[in-house]
């Protein structure tokens, strides 16, 4: 069996740190507070410059919920256009309806735009009304996988939601949980949900180097990034179990 790790990336330090300790994949985010938005050209463009794994950068307009406006559709639309043209591997979007269902038709245009890259459907899936539905839906709009949680906050608190949910999928479709997932607890998870696919942020907060701070704004200016330790810890404890696995059968 052969596993995958995707990890969040923040920062163009936060990638090229998560590369070198084994990730596959990043997705490559901006805004950690608000979950996850568009990064900036220029991000984008560094960090397909500085990596030779898979790049997948989010498609978000804003934080908030998943309804979105026809003028940020239309920002979404021009975004992923230009992770086409910047050479990336994919991307990762998500829309719903203000009923909670998946907006298939505007989320099936951003599939075509993307063509040939793959695209992932993101944590809007842990906002639905209806799981199951909503996993044939995404099918059916052509995503190659979805992000999810298991409709709860924390992938391990919704395995098995997430177990049954591969079991629908039956191939056809990769379900990659992801939230909470940790060294301590990735084993768990992957015994539980049959999953092959993790997805971890693995950040930790660093506090600024500068020498001097004002001591009137009363502010930390901490930043995010990637924990080298905790990628290795997790793509070891996964090597492990993936070989003991790949030995029984």
Known sequence: MIFRLEVIGFTIESCILAQAAGAHRIELCDNPGEGGTTPSYG????????????LYPIIRPRGGDFFYSDAEFDVMKVDVKLCKDLGCDGVVIGMLN??????KKRCKELVEIAYPLGVTFHRAFDRVSDAAQALEDVIEIGCERILTSGLVPNALNGAETLAALIKQADE?????????IRAGNIIELAQKTG???FHTSARMNIDSKMNYTNEGMNESLKSVSADVDEIKKIIFSLNNFFNAEKKRC
């Open 43 to 54: 991000f984008i463009k560094s960090a397909r410059e500085n990596l030779r794994i898979e």
């Open 98 to 103: 203000a009923d909670g269902t998946v907006d």
């Open 172 to 180: 056809r479709i990769i379900i990659m949980p992801g939230s909470g």
């Open 195 to 197: 999953a092959v696919e």
